[in-house]
């Protein structure tokens, strides 16, 4: 494996394994600023509303820098912010530093992907499911991680420290292999382009997909908590599955995707996360939960790295303009998803309002049939 893949996979990595280390953590955020599911809510819309600004601007940024320098500035930087939330004075403050993390990770997810997308391109066959397969293991290992420190009971500013310097250090060497990209001194065409009708309905299809990611990983310790009765320490264990279940789909989703083709694995992948969500919705024990969430995951695994790698090797667009187009679109649902659950399981319950993930992956299905058709 060359260096430059190795290095693009612990981005990945790095990614899913802080991200999910403070999402294992939001209940504690709760207790320590005082607030309830739809203030939490508000503090993530703030992430989602970084992103979005973020990511559009990024292809630019890369037309013009070279994805490297992107991808390098937004993982130290996301890395860095990320101690600093159990240190905000209040609430405003809170906001605040998620909006700042939502713009580095949305130039990170852009970025990142550009570099895999060039990756494959060298290597010439479909390998982009494998790289967030990392990201995936990313997940799993940060979600155990922070079942751990809750078992210790770490307060919240020495775990974040610690899972800064891990995260920090594996990109100081990882920064020296990734493709030199040099940026375009003459772009054809403008670097910031609205997504075309193609560009649209596979970004949709990402949409509906990262909004049910987004759900799992930032609500499912809630729901096992204050749902199905998990006690704190066990609660974690729900992410741990889903994301468990995310890196198996992708350790294999290449070869499936070589086998079935795109529409096929597109389908089957909508009918088993909507079977999953369903299972964990009406059989809410802790251990069916933790089934129905890794149904979910074993779903869901295979369709964003299809949408990213289509939109990356899109004809007559750099990859980082396709990435930017559909991450713009597809990237919103996983940011803008879990704050919308939280204000309705204010409104409603946590369960209830998981109902719009159903809906969402319905519409995911009947995309995915379409798909052949659109394109």
């Not at 155990?144 to 770490?154: A, P, V």
């Not at 920064?175 to 772009?187: A, F, S, T």
């Not at 779903?299 to 713009?328: E, H």
Request: net charge positive.
């Amino acid at each position: 494996m060359s260096n430059s893949r190795i290095a693009v996979n612990l981005f990945f990595f790095i990614n899913g394994f802080v991200h999910a280390n403070l999402a294992s953590r939001f209940p504690r955020l709760q207790e320590l600023f005082n607030i309830d599911n739809g203030t939490l809510g508000l503090v993530l819309l703030a992430t989602s509303v970084g992103a979005l600004i973020a990511m559009p601007f990024t292809g630019w940024l890369i037309i013009r820098n070279g994805s490297r320098r992107v991808a390098n500035f937004s993982v130290f930087s996301y890395c860095i912010f990320v101690p600093l939330v159990p240190l905000m004075p209040g609430l405003t403050g809170l906001i605040l530093i998620f909006f700042i993390m939502g713009v580095t990770a949305g130039m990170l997810d852009v970025s990142m992907n550009s570099q895999a997308v060039m990756v494959e391109q060298q290597i010439g066959k479909p390998i982009m499911t494998s790289f967030h397969a990392l990201f995936s293991i990313g997940m799993v290992a940060g979600a155990s991680c922070g079942s751990l420190f809750i078992k210790l009971q770490s307060p919240l500013l020495i775990h974040l420290s610690i899972i800064t310097a891990l995260g920090i250090a594996c990109a100081l060497w990882a920064r020296y292999h990734l493709i030199h990209d040099k940026p375009q001194e003459k772009p054809d065409g403008p670097a910031f382009r609205l997504p075309n009708a193609a560009m649209v309905s596979i970004g949709i299809i990402a949409f509906c997909c990262m909004l049910g990611e987004g759900a799992m990983a930032d609500w499912s310790t809630n729901y096992m908590e204050h749902i199905a009765h998990a006690n704190k320490a066990f609660a974690p264990l729900g992410l741990s599955a889903f994301a468990l279940a995310m890196t198996i789909g992708r350790i294999f989703g290449d070869s499936a995707r070589a086998k079935f083709g795109d529409r096929k694995l597109m389908i089957a992948s909508s009918l088993v996360s909507l079977f999953g969500l369903s299972f964990a919705m009406i059989f809410i024990s802790p251990y069916a939960v933790i089934v129905g969430l890794f149904i979910v995951g074993l779903g869901l695994s295979a369709m964003v790295p299809i949408a990213y790698s289509i939109a990356g090797n899109t004809k007559d667009l750099p990859p980082g303009v396709g990435l930017a187009m559909v991450t713009t679109v597809g990237y919103s649902g996983f940011l803008f998803g879990p704050p919308i659950i939280g204000f309705l399981a204010d409104w409603q319950t946590l369960r209830i309002a998981l109902v719009l993930v159903l809906i969402l992956f319905v519409v995911m299905t009947g995309l995915s049939i379409r798909y052949k058709k659109q394109n």
